[in-house]
């Protein structure tokens, strides 16, 4: 039942995200417009060539068709295979967002459970002030003073870049992911310490950890068996909804620090009209969304027994 | 008449010497190139190079990349003059290489040419070349020139004969912008749109195909089977960056060599120059900044109207405050560089008096809020270019202002580049627009296909008249332009069209644009060339002084 649902679910997001791209004013030759040499019968030529003249259902069904065929079309920017473009992209933002949302989980967690363990102490007023103005600050801004103090100033840390050109060691690597991953953990770090703040305080009344104190268990073992293990749960559900947002990228760290991710790619394919390349990164989300709240309800059930999948 | 460049080496020889004066190696002797490829130069690119066939559409960063991979027959100098690169010589009347009658070419190759992968380069390429451009299923980027090429013959492998349907003299400036592609990769494909080549191309140029990480950069290797004097480098790194406040960044850091293209913004112009070990130069480009106005629509036929909104433009102030006085204002659809300038066309007034006192005559009264009405037609019109293009959207503020003290109202309806460039630019269907357009094609004047009356998309021509201009003594001086191979006469015919276009007003000519480049000190034989559309033209020539 669920899968046909998912089906349906996917055909819904393809005709409509198709018809709305399609529709919107525009198309992917116009970026060569103005390219000197080009006249418009060569415009012309060119979308009659690609089938842009041909009505927008039949486009639809030959790409729809094609794409149960397992072709997935070529980018129109740069004639490779969609899903080609999409994995070599994937690489960067997931090596991104797995540092980032290694800080998150770390710092975050660690600052969320504490502020609600010490409720209205002097560390959860500025942990809560931390996270409003981290969360207020523009991650572009943030970055370039970022890239300002420890490269430009200090020159301690790359100004950009996945990797230096001709070097590509494993350390190399690690020194250009350190920048970006910090100022992208900086906005994550402060969200997970609000759902983990919040969620411990939901846990840390509760009846059984009442009853635990009362049977005379260590703090130590009560916090960690009995209310982060519990407060955990709805983290589950958040992560797994975050899942997709690794097709999404994160477009302005990415554009800041020069990584070639998903948000890039997603941005350029989106200005240059790039119909197959978008219609390929919607599609692969709108999969990822499902899988994503399918993988949140199977941890869910494992971390909690009294949930078993029906 | 084709003023024939000098040898290939003393041409080199003083574009070298050009460099050497942008690279900060001033008066001193210009240092000598390294023996063999040695060290990198990383361009920074704000935008993507993604297409990598030669004959397909691309934009400026791809020619960027082309220029160094392949091979024209000849190419394009910055003083507008051609030098030999596949061809032994310049086809001319002259020579022999054109018929006296202007329809039959003869082109001499050079021998001992290899493409990256060992193959000889031979006339069959060039044949192939032509063809291919011609070819239906081929999604060529334009057939302009090429769609009159008829009876293709190869005399030897280092000669081609060709007969041309009808004269056109610009075919000269086209072929030094078509590069040349190898038989032997792209005959035998199944689909030639999506042949394996697009991904991994194979040319004649000074630098061979490396590898590209998609988003990030694409890197060339040194030929070192290369038939001219180069390549000095041994990598050539085009790196994508698209903000351009993180290029100067990462030009300032040193993690990019060059700044190519767009380059350093207006406002960073001062501050770039002031850099150490960098040295910062303004290279003038080709594209004419102007507002378009869409003569088919409403009062924008009326020439007094036009005049009136041309004296009501503060030039000078919007090239001082919004562009940090670096492009030159101009008056022309040329380049001041070409030698096809006409310096003597009149230079614009700002004189709000005078503009009101036609408007007025003309019988344009203003209303109660202060905006002319004639007829029951308020003298209000839109103005769009590309949304974002945030240094455009501060000019269009200053043009609304100045255009209000003389009663007229512009609004903005700015568009995304997708979405402005497309059928809304091409079929004419704005009011007024804010645009940069290169009018000429390499060195070449031609501009028929953006100011004859049989351009206009809108009215069912296949040009570029967006603008809808339409003069039958444009028309005539155009078809006289394209079919004499006689320089001088050429100056004399492209001269008088500016003079024409420039006193009916087809558009607002604002400046000549210009962009700000940025090197690393040492960075030998760089020299802008504003007969291509990218500066890396000639990165066979860039080494570092020792």
Redesign the interface.
């Known amino acids: 039942m669920r899968a046909i649902q998912s089906l349906i679910l996917l055909w819904l997001v393809s005709m409509i995200g198709f018809a709305i791209l399609h529709l919107a004013p525009g198309g992917p030759l116009a970026q060569f417009a103005l390219t000197p040499g080009m006249t418009e019968a060569d415009l012309k030529r060119m979308a009659q060539q690609m089938g842009l003249d041909r009505p927008l259902p039949i486009q639809y069904l030959e790409w729809a068709w094609r794409l149960i065929c397992g072709d997935w079309g070529n980018s129109y920017r740069d004639s490779k295979p969609v899903l080609a473009i999409i994995g070599g992209h994937l690489g960067a933002t997931f090596e991104l967002m797995f540092a980032s949302t290694a800080i998150a989980i770390l710092v975050g967690s660690w600052v969320g459970v504490l502020g609600a363990v010490r409720r209205y102490s002097l560390f959860d007023t500025l942990a809560t002030v931390g996270a409003m103005i981290a969360l207020s600050i523009p991650t572009f801004w943030f970055g370039l003073i970022f890239i300002y103090i420890f490269s430009v100033g200090l020159g301690w840390l790359p100004a950009g870049s996945r990797f230096t050109i001709g070097d590509g060691s494993f350390l190399d690597y690690l020194h250009h992911l350190i920048a970006p991953s910090i100022v992208l953990g900086l906005v994550t770090v402060a969200i997970w310490s609000r759902f983990m703040r919040a969620s411990m305080l939901d846990v840390i009344n509760q009846d059984y950890v009442r009853t635990a104190r009362a049977k005379g268990l260590p703090e130590r073992v009560i916090l960690v068996k009995h209310t982060i293990r519990n407060a955990i749960l709805p983290m589950i559900t958040i992560a797994g909804l975050q899942l997709p947002t690794l097709l999404s990228g994160a477009l302005v760290t990415e554009t800041v620090f020069t990584w070639p991710g998903m948000g890039r790619l997603f941005l350029d394919s989106i200005s240059y009209r790039d119909y197959p390349a978008v219609m390929g990164i919607l599609m692969c989300s709108a999969l990822l969304v499902l899988i994503g709240s399918l993988l949140a309800d199977v941890l869910y059930s494992i971390a909690d027994p009294r949930i078993r999948l029906g | 008449m084709i003023a024939l460049p000098p040898p290939l080496l003393h041409r080199r020889a003083l574009l070298g010497a050009a460099g050497a004066t942008l690279s900060g190696a001033g008066a001193q002797a210009q240092p000598k190139p390294p023996a063999v490829p040695k060290g990198?130069v990383?361009v920074g690119v704000s935008q993507?190079p993604?297409?990598f066939h030669p004959l397909a559409?691309?934009?400026e960063v791809d020619q960027g990349v082309w220029w160094n991979l392949f091979s024209p027959l000849w190419n394009v100098q910055p003083d507008g003059s051609y030098e030999p690169v596949l061809a032994r010589e310049i086809p001319s009347v002259e020579n022999g290489g054109i018929s006296a009658d202007g329809l039959v070419w003869r082109i001499r190759l050079r021998e001992g040419v290899k493409w990256h992968d060992g193959t000889a380069f031979t006339a069959e390429d060039v044949k192939f070349t032509l063809q291919l451009i011609n070819n239906p299923?081929f999604?060529?980027?334009?057939?302009?020139g090429h769609n009159l090429v008829r009876d293709i013959h190869v005399v030897s492998a280092s000669e081609i004969t060709w007969r041309m349907s009808e004269v056109y003299a610009p075919y000269l400036s086209?072929l030094s912008?078509t590069f040349i592609v190898p038989k032997h990769a792209l005959e035998k494909v199944a689909d030639i749109?999506?042949a394996p080549f697009?991904?991994a191309p194979i040319g004649t140029g000074p630098f061979k195909w490396a590898e590209r990480?998609?988003?990030?950069?694409i890197?060339l290797a040194a030929n070192r089977d290369y038939f001219g004097p180069g390549p000095y480098l041994e990598?050539l790194?085009f790196?994508?960056?698209?903000?351009l406040?993180?290029m100067y960044?990462?030009f300032?850091?040193g993690?990019i060599d060059h700044t190519s293209i767009q380059g350093i913004t207006p406002d960073l112009f001062e501050q770039a120059k002031t850099l150490k070990d960098r040295v910062v130069t303004k290279t003038p480009a080709?594209w004419i900044e102007s507002i378009t106005p869409n003569l088919g629509w409403s009062f924008m036929a009326d020439k007094t109207v036009r005049e009136a909104l041309y004296l009501g433009i503060n030039k000078k102030a919007f090239v001082g405050a919004i562009y940090y006085g670096v492009p030159d204002p101009t008056e022309s659809i040329y380049p001041a560089q070409s030698a096809f300038y006409n310096a003597d066309l009149p230079k614009q007034e700002y004189s709000p008096a005078k503009a009101n006192a036609l408007l007025d005559a003309a019988g344009w009264a203003r209303g109660t809020d202060g905006v002319r009405v004639k007829g029951g037609i308020r003298l209000e019109f839109t103005n769009s270019t590309t949304a974002g293009n945030q240094v455009r959207e501060q000019g269009q503020q200053l043009l609304m202002q100045d255009w209000k003290a003389i009663g007229a109202s512009m609004k903005i309806n700015n568009?995304?580049?997708?979405?402005?460039?497309?059928?809304?630019?091409?079929m004419s269907k704005f009011q007024s627009v804010m645009?940069?357009?290169?009018?000429?094609?390499g060195a070449d004047p031609e501009v028929t296909?953006r100011l004859a009356s049989t351009?206009i998309?809108a009215k069912g021509?296949?040009?570029?008249n967006t603008s809808q201009y339409a003069n039958p003594a444009v028309d005539a001086l155009l078809k006289e332009g394209v079919s004499t191979f006689e320089n001088a006469k050429r100056k004399e015919i492209y001269r008088k069209i500016q003079a024409i276009v420039r006193e009916e007003l087809a558009i607002f000519p604002l400046f000549q644009a210009s962009s700000v480049e940025g090197l690393k000190k040492g960075l030998t034989g760089y020299a802008p060339n504003i007969n291509t559309?990218s500066n890396c033209w000639n990165c066979g020539n860039w080494y570092w002084a020792a």
């Open positions: 990198q990383i993507e993604t297409r559409p691309a934009i299923d999604r060529a980027a334009s057939r302009t086209r912008w749109n999506n697009i991904n990480v998609a988003g990030d950069h890197t990598r790194v790196k994508y960056i698209p903000d406040t993180v960044t990462q300032r850091t993690e080709a568009m995304p580049g997708a979405v402005i460039w497309g059928d809304y630019w091409a645009v940069g357009v290169s009018f000429g094609i296909d351009s998309p021509g296949s040009g570029r559309l």
